[in-house]
């Protein structure tokens, strides 16, 4: 059974780190691109970070840029986003996907359904940031 688990989430003060991990099971990681999306309370989810098979990042959010970054460990069969100085909006579900058919990070959308959405996606984990 192909399946993504996201963990740790948590509660953070503004401005402190947390590392989101997005191990795979049933699948390897090695040739798919991994994004990570989120959503806020009463928002539309939205991209974050892509990374690609090769290991190429693309950033889907302005409001990230130099805060966050995404990495890949093949041998864990794990994706990881570093999250830092993080703000209270950055507060959220946080979710990772992954995709085989290898497009660049800027064909896929938010969307769970294909052309544009990414196929597989895990359940999430929910990151709180307040004082």
């Known amino acids: 059974q192909l399946q993504l688990v996201e963990s740790g989430g948590g509660l953070v003060q503004p401005g402190g780190s947390l590392r989101l991990s997005c191990a795979a099971s049933?699948?390897?990681?090695?040739?798919?691109?991994i994004g990570w999306f989120r959503q806020a309370p009463g928002k539309e989810r939205e991209g974050v970070l892509c990374?690609?098979?090769?290991?190429?990042?693309?950033n889907y959010a302005d409001s990230v840029k130099g805060r966050f970054t995404i990495s890949r460990d093949n041998a864990k069969n794990t994706v990881y986003l570093q999250m830092n100085s993080l703000k209270p909006e950055d507060t959220g579900v946080y979710y990772c996907?992954?995709?085989?058919?290898?497009?660049?990070?800027?064909?896929?959308?938010?969307?769970?359904?294909?052309?544009?959405?990414?196929?597989?996606w895990g359940k999430g984990t929910l990151v709180t940031v307040s004082s």
């Open positions: 996907a992954a995709d085989a058919r290898d497009f660049p990070c800027t064909y896929y959308s938010s969307s769970t359904d294909r052309p544009y959405g990414m196929d597989y």
């Open positions: 049933g699948f390897t990681l090695d040739d798919y691109v």
């Open positions: 990374i690609s098979s090769g290991g190429g990042s693309t």
